[in-house]
């Protein structure tokens, strides 16, 4: 249904006088931020941070949208890694970048969950002067097919969604966003932890359909992820660190737990987030997942 709307809207963009978006892409058909400024988008904070770029100027915010009265429940009954968002749902991961004294959108990469199916998608900004999105959508069963991977990458390469990268770094940036569409690939279904493996990529376990940060926003602690430089999670009376694997040049993987009642009772910034996106969340779960993570929950609520 996605692609059958995308495809409609993106014709009636050639009647109007508007650019069009680069060719085989489509609008993004709503505001350029929606996820601050319209209801029904609930962030997910997670309890241990995801790394950022060395000059920390990239700031990543995952958001979900559900269905009015639709619930979170567990794909396999007391199996709480098997959190089930709710068909009709819309998971939203943002990067936005610090540009002087303003903040930019520079990608966005999603999921849309049908029944039976995923639609992917993902967005980037024109340009630098143009900060509205377009990009493509394609489903799960069907895969990334070449002719839709290939218009976006074509658009980049001319220099559309790059913004604020130079025309010397542009072949490598592009050929990093290709390897980033495979989604599926990366959004397995029930991943467990990876403790070795490619530094790029997620360490954290997925969900029964292939979430990161439900889990990661209901839970105190998980695996330290190293896709990128800097860590965000010292040690501290708030954080504390443990390795769970030796190599033999040292510590393969960390995890980090979050002291949740001392931070609270410190008034931790980041704490008081995670609170407050789990009593988000809180309406939205049903009975069997508010059991499963009761512990969790009752330290924020």
């Known amino acids: 249904m996605r692609r059958r709307l995308t495809a409609l809207f993106a014709l009636a963009l050639l009647a109007c006088s508007e650019p069009s978006a680069p060719a085989g892409t489509s609008w993004r058909s709503d505001a350029i931020d929606p996820w601050r400024a319209e209801p029904g988008w609930l962030e997910l904070v997670p309890s241990v941070r995801t790394p950022r770029f060395q000059d920390g100027r990239d700031t990543t915010s995952v958001y979900i949208k559900m269905p009015p009265g639709s619930h979170i429940g567990l794909a396999t009954p007391g199996d709480r890694g098997s959190l089930s968002v709710p068909d009709g749902s819309t998971l939203d991961r943002v990067e936005r970048f610090q540009m002087g004294d303003h903040e930019r959108i520079v990608d966005v990469r999603g999921t849309d969950f049908l029944s039976g199916d995923e639609s992917f998608h993902a967005y980037r900004p024109r340009s630098d002067a143009r900060p509205r999105l377009f990009g493509i959508a394609w489903s799960r069963n069907a895969g990334l097919d070449a002719p839709t991977r290939n218009a976006m990458l074509a658009a980049m390469r001319a220099g559309d969604g790059l913004v604020g990268v130079g025309a010397g770094r542009r072949p490598a940036a592009v050929a990093r966003y290709e390897r ?5 690939g990366c959004h397995e279904h029930n991943q467990p932890e990876r403790i070795g493996g490619i530094a790029q990529w997620p360490r954290r376990p997925t969900d029964a359909r292939g979430v990161y940060s439900l889990r990661a926003t209901l839970e105190d602690a998980t695996i330290v992820e190293t896709y990128r430089p800097r860590d965000e999670n010292a040690p501290s ?12 040049e040292g510590c393969l993987a960390e995890r980090v737990t979050l002291h949740i009642r001392v931070g609270l009772a410190q008034n931790d910034p980041h704490v008081l987030r995670v609170c407050a996106s789990r009593r988000a969340l809180y309406p939205y779960l049903d009975d069997n997942v508010r059991a499963a993570f009761r512990d969790e929950l009752s330290e924020c609520l």
């Open 237 to 248: 009376d708030v954080v504390s660190r443990a390795c769970i694997a030796e190599g033999p």
């Open 180 to 184: 980033l569409l495979a989604c599926a």
